[in-house]
């Protein structure tokens, strides 16, 4: 059998596994949420005694979350820089570890209320789950990434029942190339993931916005203005998640009670404000199905912010995914309201604003603009608001590089290695490791000799992949754009040889 049959194969398996675990894992956050709100619903004919005791349940939430994350430090947060750390060699974890932590750490902390999303905790319990059954193959390191990066696939489709969405995140994000042997076999655990999910969780759109009107292209230029606004609040959003971060790490707060704040704040707001609790699913469907008026939102949008920003500075297990597509579409919702109001545009192209936003506003936090588009695509169940999702989620990116602000992943995961720099936290070990790199256009290695390269320390060229070809490389051989350079390296010097030829085979010549 072929590799890229046996990894495609794999890939179906991995998809059939992480689909189940992750239809488990929802299933078990939506019963936490209808408990949660019928408590509260209770609370309005109950005695104050309930109430008290229901705020000592949350303390007590907080103090499990704090010692699933001091026995297992890398459930903490979305997961997403975690797999991100693996696939660059720069974070190793025990994957069992991973899949017990971030499952029950997840359901408690979401079913309790926090504004924390699913989608990174599933991107990484696919992970774990690709990464597990990598390893009890018996595979070699190289291929145990390419599983990896299946398995992340696979929770991001099976969490947004959104397979090319699952796939695009995994290479843009995740990996950082198109290889076709990670693409063939990262699509093969997606479709499998996102048709277990639809089998036991229905074949509907995670987001029920119905017959969106085409936007006419006169009203693109609004596109422009909405495109620059997100990009303005998605560096906020950034540089408050980080500042957030910093002032629970320098609180010296012990690990076993970061999340009492958070917990008691969703306690409060329980009462006064619930549509702000868990990830906010519900209140994008209900956006797209009633008017609300603009304090309304004005207020939404403030408190929503916030609370995302203390639950995931306090480190509990879940992520911002879910969370900054709400705020994007409560700033599209409060857009689209002030544009009807002021420019005469017609009511009906409210909902075209908040799609366009959660596009945009992902695109200026995350810097994905490919999977924003594909993965708002999937979601609403519309593919003819393309142009549209490009315009905006492009005039957002744009203004994010112009101020150099850094993808959110990147900067959390640059945290994390920082805080992690001298722990190993599993056993597995491997002398040589083989790194594949895409060539890309006007890099150095563009149009150059293998022998008039100067290639990093301790790294020996194996071999070229361009297309279905397998080059095997001499000193004369002229490498070209969309080769895939296979390269071979020690374990211990893979993350320092991997961002040597990233610069090699990626950044344009000056």
Known sequence: MSFRLRLFLEGILIGLVAGCVIVIYR??????????????????????????????????????????????????????????????????????HVIAGKFVGGVLAIGAGLSLGREGPSVQLGAA?????????????????????????????????????????????????????????AMAASLTADFVSQHFLGQMPIFTFQSLPILPLNYYIYLIVLGLILGILGVYFNRSLIKTLDLFAKSRIPVEYKAVLPLIT??????????????????????????????????????????????????????????????????????????????????????????????????????????AAILITEMTGSFSHLLAVATVSTTAYIFTELVNSKPIYDILLDRLLAANASKKTTDEYQNKVIIEVAVCLGSKLDQKRIKDIQWPKDCLLVGIMRGEKEIIPKGNTIIQVGDFIVVLTNENTEALARESLLSLACERIK
């Open 27 to 96: 299933i078990a956050l939506e019963k936490a949420e209808l408990v949660r709100t019928h408590i509260y619903v209770l609370f309005k004919t109950s005695p104050w005694w309930t109430v008290l005791a229901w705020f000592f349940t949350l303390l007590f939430i907080a103090y499990l979350l704090g010692l699933i994350a001091k026995n297992e430090p890398m459930i903490g947060g979305s997961g997403i820089p975690q797999v991100k750390g693996q696939l660059s060699s720069k974070l190793k974890v025990n994957w069992l």
């Open 129 to 185: 789950i690709g990464q597990g059954i990598g390893r009890s193959l018996g595979r070699f390191k190289m291929e145990n990434k390419y599983l990896l990066t299946c398995g992340a696939s696979a929770g991001l489709a099976a969490a947004f029942n959104a397979p090319l969405a699952g796939v695009i995140f995994a290479l843009e994000e995740m990996h950082k190339n198109f290889s076709p042997i990670v693409l063939s076999s």
């Open 266 to 371: 969703a306690g409060i707001l329980g009462f006064v404000l619930p549509e702000t609790l868990g990830g906010g699913h519900h209140l994008i469907n209900s956006l797209g199905a009633q008017k609300m008026v603009l304090t309304s939102l004005f207020l939404l949008v403030v408190v929503k912010f916030y609370f995302t920003m203390l639950s995931y500075g306090s480190g509990a297990p879940g992520g911002i995914f879910l969370p900054l597509l709400v705020i994007g579409a409560l700033i599209g919702s409060i857009f689209g309201n002030i544009t009807t109001s002021l420019f005469q545009i017609e009511s009906q192209y409210i909902n075209n604003f908040i799609v366009l936003s959660m596009a945009a506003y992902f695109t200026a936090v995350v810097k994905a603009p490919i999977t």
